[in-house]
């Protein structure tokens, strides 16, 4: 068994249909990075049922699906076939070749098939389940997943073992069988629970269906008394609803002439309103000119005073205090700055004097000195030449002594120094050589870390950022996809199916321009009180010209297409915004927050006179409250709100939202279309940034997984160097220590070598004053004495001439201190001095300047007051008038507002009453309906039906008396059937006899008593007293009572509660059976899986314990159980030393040896339980030239069994395969792969 072929149609980078042919052997599968190549292996893992995104190496399961480049779009699904060769019959299925089929729609759904045939993923996972394939894909080692193999928990270990030794098929069907004991012990616990309750249901069942049988007597007498109570009721009320009902004709026809009188009186209130409104703009505009001109003339008042105080104020000169003068200043700066000159090469010179001085004074002191030590080696001579000679000599000689055994000593702790520094040196040589690798090491390893924290740092905002990207793609492409569809459904609303949309799709008509809707440019918020404004334009179509306008008229009445509204142009092109300058047809002021509705549209063509008309005189409002207030300023306004009502002196429209406009739609068309392509360039963006961040998150992993190698080989390299550091850093500190001991010694000597010198020099010169003649001796002494007294006074003169030379340098300093800036103070004075003089003369010329203006002011207000005092008066006239007016029309609209209010203070009355009237009908006719509901509901019989059959007018027949009746009939009708029988006829012939109600109880009493008189020997009833039978009811409700809850299902549920417990009872012991039979299951299971996974143990630990020493030479490897004792749930470590090391711990091996490691592990599996095939992604890539040998050896071994596909950068795995796939990514960004069989190039 080997994979034959590989197909991929849309998977990953593989957008056009690609085919791998697949060779028994090693398959190599090369390219760059970011070609494709792992994608194969990814396709591998998918098709034979991967559930994992992130396994694929992907975020959501669809990004399998090719996502499109630049140059090609996204595809809808992906498709990957494998084909299989079993001609061996590895697989449990009668095929030599099986195709497994996986297909993924970008919706979410999949498709699976074995052959060509649909199949559950379930099916897949257990048909190459028997071949050691199963879920976790062991045989498939991709990127990254050798450190997983070796991260793993040693329960996971041991299920890459069990997957390689098929136990995982029996494991699941363990898993179901616990998961149906589970379920079933759930099931067992309530049906136990369920017998017992019904068990214990049963006895007081049994008593409740005795009472059923006690009680079934009591209701029927019960049963007819309230139904001939209840008919009585209902006979009364309705009788008496008929009676109220025959009044209603003669108040109807009063309310009718009430509101006839009331709509005149309103007639004569509208018409008097609308002289007030035609009174009262009138008044307005001349109040508001009145205002206007008060303000005016307020202003000029206030502006004349002001400008006279301004007058009176810059009239004065504005005094200018005059400075010291500018030269002045600059001439005393200069003086300034030649005293500080001056005074600079005074304190240069002191200081030359004070050096000289100190020198003089060092040179007099130490003269002093050394006569002082030459007159004191005088005196000791003379004191020894006392003492004596002899004793002086022998304390030379013992002193030389001391010297040169001292200076031997010297010289030998030299000659050992000078060997132990050698060895001090050559260690410390070593050790900070060493030294200086080992920080180099570690501050690689420092950057190391950095870099591989910077790597993965960078790999996460790069993940971050794809993920950001892919979803704000998705989100634009939902929004476009939701824009488009509301483009379209708009754009299909816009088709007309009325007259306008006949006269548009008629390519013969001439002089049509267009829909006004498309036409017409509306700012945006102001849709709503156009349309209104507008009315039936707003659907209406534009023409060019009145003959335009007939011919599409007499089109439409040929044609029977309907009606349609026309917009004539002006004929020549109006402008694009209308000129609210005039636009009405007299001139007049905009109310307050009001907008001219004019103001807010634009046209694109010659119809803008026409549609600007229908705007004339109409202004826009916030909403209804400034509406009228607008109104009552000024009735001619038309006033739209922005919700889209209208309000004029004599018409009102508006409400909830209606069915949308032309206009509408075409306003929500544009913004769905700018929406749409809004969203479709953000998806594009996002599109090419995923490429791009694509191409960084492959570029981040890389280094992420070489900055991790890299680690790894530091951390090698630092143990090596600290342990070689720790020996010589011992070598170096007992060297030191040495050292350090002999110069202490040393210093100890020459300390003691340098006071013995001293001790005999001064013995020598005592020895020697000794040895003079005494009389030389006191001349020495005596010139000596003068010498040091004259030295002394020299010393004395030089410390007193250096002291006089520092107090004339401090002087000098202080002087030029006090006077350091004095110059450029002087300088700065001068300068503002000079702008404040500007200042002043520039403040001088404005405030002259200022006096002419404030003048011409003053003197032009004043012939304003005079002008305006005119238009005041003539205003005031004019606002008097219109006043006058105004009031009488007002007293018109009282008179007749009063006498409709008393008018429709009548109509109200006499409709209160009539309202009055019509409630209490409504509510008799709600008791006769809660009666006749009450029949239904309570007897379940007609309300008609029921009057006719127990009303008051029919006889009353007890319950013991129908009994009786009863039987006399049933006596009859067996009379009658036997004749019947006798004569050849059917007793259908015969009057029917009397039988029970479809419910089980007696026929009416009607029926009863027809039989009793047409037979004359049956027992009759009695009239209807309702007396009597409110005491029957009465009494048959105390018997009800006294009988207690009875349940009159009590008989039929005993019976079925009975049969239910048998058949529970019978299933609870087959569940305690199939129970039984799930445990044994399990016990199997559990054996066999605990068998075949020790085997397969035992036979990996054997192969790891060979492959092991053979991928690390010298080293030492092995499995070990967790859990020894418990073989059904123990866990597997590995334990790994490579040769040289003591460690056993993974984690502290270098990346290449973890590597092999993991290697060591699968191909231990690998051999133990063979696989048809094995699929290996780079797992040679961190390997040297000698391990990747080691490795390629064991994977020829492997080719003798299993197919091998392996993935790889390495020349050495190249050269031991048997066919080549080449992969190459394309400048459209599509996978294309190159084959080659290697034998076919050898035999060439």
Same mark, same amino acid.
């Given at each position: 068994?080997?994979?034959?072929?590989?197909?991929?149609?849309?998977?990953?980078?593989?957008?056009?249909?690609?085919?791998?042919?697949?060779?028994?052997?090693?398959?190599?599968?090369?390219?760059?990075?970011?070609?494709?190549?792992?994608?194969?292996?990814?396709?591998?893992?998918w098709?034979? +049922?991967?559930?994992?995104?992130?396994?694929?190496?992907?975020?959501?399961?669809? /990004?399998?699906?090719?996502?499109?480049?630049?140059?090609?779009?996204?595809?809808?699904?992906?498709?990957?076939?494998?084909?299989?060769d079993?001609?061996? +019959?590895?697989? *449990?299925?009668?095929?030599?070749?099986?195709?497994?089929?996986?297909?993924?729609?970008?919706?979410g759904?999949?498709?699976?098939?074995?052959n060509?045939?649909?199949?559950?993923?379930?099916?897949?996972?257990?048909?190459?389940?028997?071949?050691?394939?199963?879920?976790?894909?062991?045989?498939?080692?991709?990127?990254?997943?050798?450190?997983?193999?070796?991260?793993?928990?040693?329960?996971?270990?041991?299920?890459f073992?069990?997957?390689?030794?098929?136990?995982?098929k029996?494991?699941?069907?363990?898993?179901?069988?616990?998961?149906?004991?589970?379920?079933?012990?759930?099931?067992?616990?309530?049906?136990?629970?369920?017998t017992?309750?019904?068990?214990?249901?049963?006895?007081?069942?049994?008593?409740?269906?005795?009472?059923?049988?006690?009680?079934?007597t009591?209701?029927?007498?019960?049963r007819?008394?309230?139904?001939?109570?209840?008919?009585?009721?209902l006979?009364?009320?309705?009788?008496?609803?008929?009676?109220?009902?025959?009044?209603?004709?003669?108040?109807?026809?009063?309310?009718?002439? =009430?509101?006839?009188?009331?709509?005149a009186?309103?007639?004569?209130?509208?018409?008097?309103?609308?002289?007030?409104a035609?009174?009262?703009?009138?008044?307005?505009?001349?109040?508001?000119?009145?205002?206007?001109?008060?303000s005016?003339?307020?202003?000029l008042?206030?502006?004349?005073?002001?400008?006279?105080?301004?007058?009176r104020?810059l009239?004065?000169?504005?005094?200018?205090?005059?400075?010291? /003068?500018? /030269?002045?200043?600059?001439?005393?700066?200069?003086?300034?700055?030649?005293?500080?000159?001056?005074?600079?090469?005074?304190?240069?010179?002191?200081?030359?004097?004070?050096?000289?001085?100190?020198?003089?004074r060092?040179?007099?002191?130490?003269?002093?000195?050394?006569?002082?030590?030459?007159l004191?080696?005088?005196?000791?001579?003379?004191?020894?030449?006392?003492?004596?000679?002899?004793?002086?000599?022998?304390?030379?000689?013992?002193?030389?002594?001391?010297?040169?055994?001292?200076?031997?000593?010297?010289?030998?702790?030299?000659?050992?120094?000078?060997?132990?520094?050698?060895?001090?040196?050559?260690?410390?040589?070593? $050790?900070?050589?060493?030294?200086?690798e080992?920080?180099?090491?570690?501050?690689?390893?420092?950057?190391?870390?950095?870099?591989?924290?910077?790597?993965?740092?960078?790999?996460?905002?790069? $993940?971050?950022?794809?993920?950001?990207?892919?979803?704000?793609?998705?989100?634009?492409?939902?929004?476009?996809?939701?824009?488009?569809?509301?483009s379209?459904?708009?754009?299909?609303?816009?088709?007309?199916?009325?007259?306008?949309?006949?006269?548009?799709?008629?390519?013969?008509?001439?002089?049509?321009?267009?829909?006004?809707?498309a036409?017409?440019?509306?700012?945006?918020?102001?849709a709503d009180?156009?349309?209104?404004?507008?009315?039936?334009l707003?659907?209406?179509v534009?023409? @060019?010209?009145?003959?335009?306008?007939?011919?599409?008229?007499r089109?439409?009445?040929?044609? /029977?297409?309907?009606?349609?509204?026309?917009?004539?142009?002006?004929?020549e092109?109006?402008?694009?915004?209308?000129?609210?300058?005039?636009?009405?047809?007299? *001139? !007049?002021a905009?109310p307050?927050?009001?907008?001219?509705?004019?103001?807010?549209?634009?046209?694109?063509?010659?119809?803008?006179?026409?549609?600007?008309?229908?705007?004339?005189?109409?202004?826009?409002v916030?909403?209804?409250?400034? =509406?009228?207030?607008?109104?009552?300023?000024?009735?001619?306004?038309?006033?739209?709100? !922005?919700?889209?009502?209208?309000?004029?002196a004599?018409?009102?429209?508006g409400?909830?939202?209606?069915?949308?406009?032309?206009?509408h739609?075409?306003?929500?068309?544009d913004?769905?279309?700018?929406?749409?392509?809004?969203?479709?360039?953000r998806?594009?963006e996002?599109?090419?940034?995923?490429?791009?961040?694509?191409?960084?998150?492959?570029?981040?992993q890389?280094?992420?997984?070489?900055?991790?190698?890299?680690l790894?080989?530091?951390?090698?390299?630092?143990?090596?160097?600290?342990?070689?550091?720790?020996?010589l850093?011992?070598?170096?500190?007992?060297?030191?220590?040495?050292?350090?001991?002999?110069?202490?010694?040393?210093?100890?000597?020459?300390?003691t070598?340098?006071?013995d010198?001293?001790? $005999?020099?001064?013995?020598?010169?005592?020895?020697?004053?000794?040895?003079?003649?005494?009389?030389?001796?006191?001349?020495?002494?005596?010139?000596?004495?003068?010498?040091?007294?004259?030295?002394?006074?020299?010393a004395?003169?030089?410390?007193?001439? #250096?002291?006089e030379?520092?107090?004339?340098?401090?002087?000098?300093?202080?002087?030029?201190?006090?006077?350091?800036?004095?110059?450029?103070?002087l300088?700065?004075?001068?300068?503002?001095?000079?702008?404040?003089?500007?200042?002043?003369?520039?403040?001088?010329?404005?405030?002259?300047?200022?006096?002419?203006?404030?003048?011409?002011?003053?003197?032009?207000?004043?012939?304003?007051?005079?002008?305006?005092?005119?238009?005041?008066?003539?205003?005031?006239?004019?606002?008097?008038?219109?006043?006058?007016?105004r009031?009488?029309?007002?007293?018109?609209?009282?008179?007749?507002?009063?006498?409709?209010?008393?008018?429709?203070e009548?109509?109200?009355?006499?409709?209160?009453?009539?309202?009055?009237?019509?409630v209490a009908?409504?509510?008799?006719?709600?008791?006769?309906?809660?009666?006749? &509901?009450?029949?239904?509901?309570?007897?379940?019989?007609? *309300?008609?039906?029921?009057?006719?059959?127990?009303?008051?007018h029919?006889l009353?027949?007890?319950?013991?008396?129908?009994?009786?009746?009863?039987?006399?009939?049933?006596?009859?009708?067996?009379?009658?059937?036997?004749?019947?029988a006798?004569?050849?006829?059917?007793?259908?012939? @015969?009057?029917?006899a009397?039988? @029970?109600?479809?419910?089980?109880?007696?026929?009416?009493?009607?029926?009863? &008593?027809?039989?009793?008189?047409?037979?004359? @020997?049956?027992?009759?009833?009695?009239?209807?007293?309702?007396?009597?039978?409110?005491?029957?009811?009465?009494?048959?409700?105390?018997a009800m009572a &006294?009988?207690?809850?009875?349940?009159?299902?009590?008989?039929? #549920?005993?019976?079925?509660?009975?049969?239910?417990?048998?058949?529970?009872? #019978?299933q609870?012991?087959?569940?305690?059976?199939? !129970?039984?039979?799930?445990?044994?299951?399990v016990?199997?299971?559990?054996?066999?899986?605990?068998r075949?996974?020790?085997?397969?143990?035992?036979?990996?630990?054997?192969?790891?314990?060979?492959?092991?020493?053979?991928l690390?030479?010298?080293?030492?490897?092995?499995?070990?159980?967790t859990?020894?004792?418990?073989?059904?749930?123990?866990?597997?470590?590995?334990?790994?030393?490579?040769?040289?090391?003591?460690?056993?711990?993974?984690?502290?091996?270098?990346?290449?040896?973890?590597?092999?490691?993991?290697?060591?592990?699968?191909?231990?599996?690998?051999?133990?339980?063979?696989?048809p095939?094995?699929?290996?992604?780079?797992v040679?890539?961190?390997?040297?030239?000698?391990n990747?040998?080691?490795?390629?050896?064991?994977?020829?071994?492997?080719?003798?069994?299993?197919?091998?596909?392996?993935?790889?950068?390495?020349?050495?795995?190249?050269?031991?395969?048997?066919?080549?796939?080449?992969?190459t990514?394309?400048g459209?960004?599509?996978?294309?792969?190159?084959?080659? !069989?290697?034998?076919?190039?050898?035999?060439?």
């Open positions: 068994m080997h994979l034959k072929t590989l197909t991929l149609r849309g998977f990953k980078s593989f957008a056009s249909a690609t085919t791998l042919n697949l060779e028994p052997g090693v398959t190599c599968v090369v390219g760059p990075n970011g070609s494709g190549k792992s994608n194969v292996v990814d396709a591998l893992a098709v034979m +049922g991967e559930q994992g995104a992130k396994t694929l190496r992907g975020g959501k399961m669809e /990004d399998v699906i090719f996502a499109g480049t630049s140059g090609r779009p996204p595809l809808g699904r992906a498709e990957v076939s494998l084909t299989i079993n001609t061996d +019959g590895a697989l *449990p299925i009668e095929y030599a070749e099986v195709t497994i089929s996986r297909t993924l729609f970008r919706n759904g999949s498709e699976y098939a074995i060509g045939s649909s199949c559950r993923l379930l099916d897949i996972q257990e048909l190459l389940s028997d071949s050691g394939l199963g879920r976790e894909m062991h045989v498939i080692v991709g990127q990254g997943q050798l450190d997983a193999v070796l991260r793993a928990t040693p329960e996971e270990r041991r299920g073992i069990e997957e390689a030794a098929g136990v995982l029996h494991r699941k069907r363990k898993e179901k069988a616990l998961r149906k004991l589970d379920a079933m012990q759930g099931n067992l616990l309530r049906l136990t629970d369920l017992a309750e019904i068990r214990r249901q049963l006895g007081p069942l049994g008593r409740q269906a005795e009472a059923a049988r006690r009680a079934a009591v209701q029927a007498d019960l007819d008394a309230k139904s001939r109570l209840l008919a009585d009721d006979a009364q009320l309705t009788a008496s609803l008929e009676q109220e009902m025959a009044d209603e004709s003669a108040l109807r026809l009063r309310q009718a002439e =009430a509101e006839s009188a009331l709509e009186a309103r007639t004569a209130l509208r018409t008097a309103e609308a002289g007030l035609a009174a009262g703009p009138a008044a307005a505009e001349a109040s508001a000119t009145w205002y206007a001109l008060g005016v003339r307020d202003r008042e206030g502006t004349r005073t002001l400008a006279a105080e301004r007058v104020l009239s004065v000169p504005v005094a200018h205090r005059q400075g010291q /003068d500018p /030269d002045e200043l600059d001439a005393q700066a200069e003086r300034a700055r030649e005293t500080e000159d001056e005074l600079a090469a005074e304190v240069e010179d002191h200081q030359d004097a004070l050096a000289s001085s100190a020198e003089e060092a040179e007099a002191e130490a003269d002093a000195a050394a006569r002082e030590r030459e004191a080696a005088l005196v000791r001579g003379a004191a020894d030449r006392r003492e004596g000679l002899a004793r002086l000599a022998g304390q030379v000689a013992a002193k030389q002594s001391r010297v040169d055994a001292t200076r031997a000593e010297i010289a030998r702790l030299e000659d050992s120094l000078a060997e132990v520094s050698t060895r001090e040196t050559g260690a410390t040589s070593e $050790l900070e050589a060493l030294e200086a080992v920080t180099d090491v570690e501050h690689g390893q420092e950057g190391l870390d950095a870099e591989h924290e910077e790597a993965v740092e960078a790999l996460d905002a790069a $993940l971050a950022r794809l993920r950001a990207l892919e979803a704000e793609a998705a989100q634009a492409e939902q929004d476009r996809s939701t824009w488009a569809a509301r379209e459904t708009l754009d299909l609303s816009l088709t007309r199916k009325d007259g306008a949309g006949a006269v548009l799709a008629a390519d013969a008509l001439e002089g049509v321009v267009g829909s006004v809707a036409l017409l440019t509306i700012e945006p918020g102001y009180a156009v349309v209104a404004a507008l009315g039936q707003a659907d209406a534009a023409v @060019d010209s009145t003959d335009a306008a007939v011919e599409v008229i089109y439409l009445r040929t044609e /029977d297409a309907g009606r349609a509204s026309l917009v004539l142009g002006g004929g092109a109006a402008p694009t915004t209308q000129d609210t300058t005039g636009a009405t047809s007299h *001139p !007049r905009v307050d927050g009001a907008v001219l509705a004019s103001s807010v549209v634009s046209v694109s063509s010659a119809v803008g006179p026409g549609l600007f008309s229908a705007l004339d005189g109409v202004v826009v916030d909403d209804l409250v400034q =509406a009228r207030r607008v109104l009552e300023v000024d009735p001619s306004w038309t006033v739209v709100t !922005r919700a889209g009502d209208l309000l004029a004599d018409r009102a429209w409400g909830s939202a209606a069915a949308p406009s032309l206009l739609l075409q306003a929500a068309l913004e769905a279309r700018a929406a749409e392509a809004d969203a479709s360039r998806a594009a996002a599109t090419e940034l995923r490429a791009v961040v694509e191409d960084e998150v492959r570029a981040a890389e280094r992420a997984d070489l900055a991790l190698d890299r790894h080989a530091s951390d090698a390299a630092h143990s090596a160097a600290a342990e070689r550091l720790g020996q850093g011992a070598a170096a500190r007992s060297a030191a220590a040495e050292a350090h001991r002999t110069r202490e010694r040393i210093d100890a000597a020459a300390r070598l340098e006071e010198e001293m001790q $005999l020099v001064e013995l020598v010169e005592r020895l020697e004053a000794a040895e003079l003649d005494p009389q030389e001796a006191e001349d020495a002494i005596a010139a000596a004495t003068q010498a040091r007294d004259e030295a002394a006074a020299a004395t003169a030089a410390r007193a001439a #250096e002291t030379a520092r107090l004339g340098l401090r002087t000098s300093e202080e002087r030029a201190r006090a006077l350091s800036g004095r110059a450029q103070s300088e700065r004075a001068a300068r503002a001095e000079r702008e404040a003089r500007a200042q002043a003369e520039r403040r001088e010329a404005a405030r002259r300047r200022q006096v002419v203006v404030a003048e011409a002011v003053r003197d032009g207000a004043t012939r304003g007051l005079g002008h305006c005092a005119v238009s005041v008066a003539l205003a005031t006239e004019r606002r008097d008038e219109a006043e006058a007016e009031r009488t029309r007002d007293a018109e609209v009282v008179a007749c507002r009063q006498r409709t209010e008393g008018l429709a009548e109509l109200r009355s006499i409709t209160d009453v009539a309202h009055r009237d019509e009908r409504a509510q008799q006719q709600l008791r006769v309906e809660a009666l006749r &509901q009450r029949a239904v509901d309570e007897l379940g019989t007609d *309300p008609d039906v029921l009057v006719e059959e127990f009303g008051p029919r009353v027949v007890d319950a013991e008396t129908a009994m009786q009746q009863r039987a006399v009939l049933d006596a009859q009708q067996d009379a009658r059937d036997e004749v019947g006798a004569d050849g006829r059917s007793t259908a012939d @015969d009057e029917p009397a039988t @029970d109600d479809t419910d089980g109880r007696p026929a009416p009493a009607t029926r009863t &008593q027809a039989r009793a008189s047409d037979e004359g @020997d049956v027992p009759v009833g009695r009239p209807y007293v309702r007396a009597e039978q409110e005491k029957r009811l009465r009494s048959a409700e105390r &006294q009988l207690g809850r009875v349940n009159p299902l009590a008989l039929e #549920e005993f019976a079925a509660l009975e049969e239910r417990h048998t058949f529970l009872t #019978e609870l012991a087959d569940l305690k059976r199939s !129970r039984a039979d799930l445990l044994e299951i016990k199997e299971i559990d054996e066999r899986v605990e075949v996974f020790t085997e397969a143990f035992h036979d990996t630990s054997a192969q790891f314990d060979e492959v092991f020493p053979r690390f030479p010298g080293g030492e490897g092995r499995l070990v159980l859990d020894p004792a418990n073989m059904l749930t123990t866990g597997i470590e590995v334990e790994a030393r490579p040769a040289g090391k003591k460690v056993k711990r993974l984690s502290l091996l270098s990346g290449g040896e973890r590597s092999l490691t993991a290697v060591a592990l699968l191909v231990s599996i690998f051999k133990a339980r063979p696989s095939f094995y699929v290996m992604d780079e040679e890539a961190a390997l040297d030239d000698t990747l040998g080691r490795l390629l050896e064991i994977f020829v071994e492997l080719q003798r069994d299993s197919q091998l596909i392996v993935i790889t950068h390495q020349k050495r795995t190249m050269e031991i395969a048997d066919a080549l796939y080449g992969v990514m394309r459209d960004g599509v996978t294309t792969v190159i084959s080659q !069989r290697i034998r076919e190039v050898v035999e060439q």
